[in-house]
Structure formats: structure tokens, C-alpha cells
């Protein structure tokens, strides 16, 4: 498959500069709040899954190995509930991940269950966290997916 056009997000400096930057907050927001790195990619993974966007799923899943995650759990992201490779706190990121990338999915955006099961584990700056990750990686895959950006172009050192 032939991509429709280059990155818009490559396309435009600025804008590019400022998704790197939001991209550093987050981590070292996560860093502050006690979100593990592995927990971030993980739940981008995840939403990266539901949106079809291949670069996304190649880029997390290498990063979420680079951080130190284990092959068979990145390799049940896609299958989370049924296995226990998961902890509660991962279970409940995997879940509003999935919550806010299928927000028109359902009557109920982001069902208060799933919300309150994520604000258990995580406190409010930690939560905050996670939801603009989750919100970033969404913007990412919406970008790569109408331009149909292909991972298969990749180039890995």
C-alpha cells in the first residue's frame, strides 16, 4: 500500500515540534506520577490496534520492548482480558485506552466503571497523564490513517 501523502504531521514544522514536545511532557509526566513507561505503550498500543494505524503498532510495540516490556505481553495487547499476563492497574489503563479510542462506539463514552476503575489505580495527576497519552496516540493514528502512513516503509537501524 502506497501512502496518499507524506506525514501531515512531518509536513508542518511547527506543529511537529509541538507533538514532540507534548511527547516529552507526557513522559516525564508519567515519570513524576509513577506511570510506568511500559504501562504509556502498552496503552497506546492498544489504541493504535483498534485504529488500524500500522506505524503506530510497529512503533509501540518496539518501544514497549526497548523499555523492557515482555515479548508474550506485548503480543497479547490485542487480547488483554483473556489472559493474565496483566496486572489490575494494566488492565484498568488497557480499558480506558480502549474507552477513549472507541468513544462513538458506544452510549455511554467512557462508562463511569471504567473511568473509576483507572482513577483506583491511578491517582488524578497520573490519570491526567494517561488520558492525554491515550488522546495523543488517537491524534497520531487518525493522522497516519487517512494518509494511510505504512509501517512497512520503516527504516530500523
Given at each position: 500500500m502506497q501512502s496518499r501523502m507524506n506525514n501531515p504531521a512531518m509536513m508542518l514544522p511547527d506543529a511537529f515540534q509541538a507533538l514532540q514536545d507534548l511527547a516529552k511532557a507526557l513522559f516525564a509526566s508519567a515519570e513524576k506520577t509513577g506511570v510506568p513507561k511500559q504501562t504509556l505503550f502498552l496503552a497506546?498500543?492498544?489504541?493504535?490496534?483498534?485504529?488500524?494505524?500500522?506505524?503506530c503498532v510497529d512503533l509501540h510495540s518496539h518501544n514497549a520492548l526497548a523499555a523492557g516490556?515482555?515479548?508474550?505481553?506485548?503480543?497479547?495487547?490485542s487480547a488483554w482480558r483473556e489472559t493474565s499476563n496483566f496486572n489490575d492497574a494494566e488492565r484498568a489503563?488497557?480499558?480506558?485506552?480502549?474507552?477513549v479510542t472507541r468513544i462513538s462506539d458506544q452510549t455511554d463514552p467512557v462508562p463511569d466503571e471504567i473511568y473509576n476503575e483507572a482513577a483506583r489505580h491511578y491517582d488524578e495527576q497520573a490519570l491526567a497523564t494517561l488520558i492525554a497519552g491515550i488522546a495523543t496516540a488517537n491524534l497520531y493514528n487518525r493522522l497516519n490513517v487517512s494518509t494511510r502512513q505504512n509501517a512497512d516503509?520503516?527504516?530500523?537501524?
Open positions: 497506546y498500543l492498544r489504541a493504535s490496534q483498534i485504529n488500524g494505524d500500522s506505524v516490556e515482555a515479548t508474550e505481553r506485548v503480543f497479547a495487547v489503563a488497557l480499558a480506558l485506552s480502549e474507552a516503509v520503516l527504516v530500523r537501524n
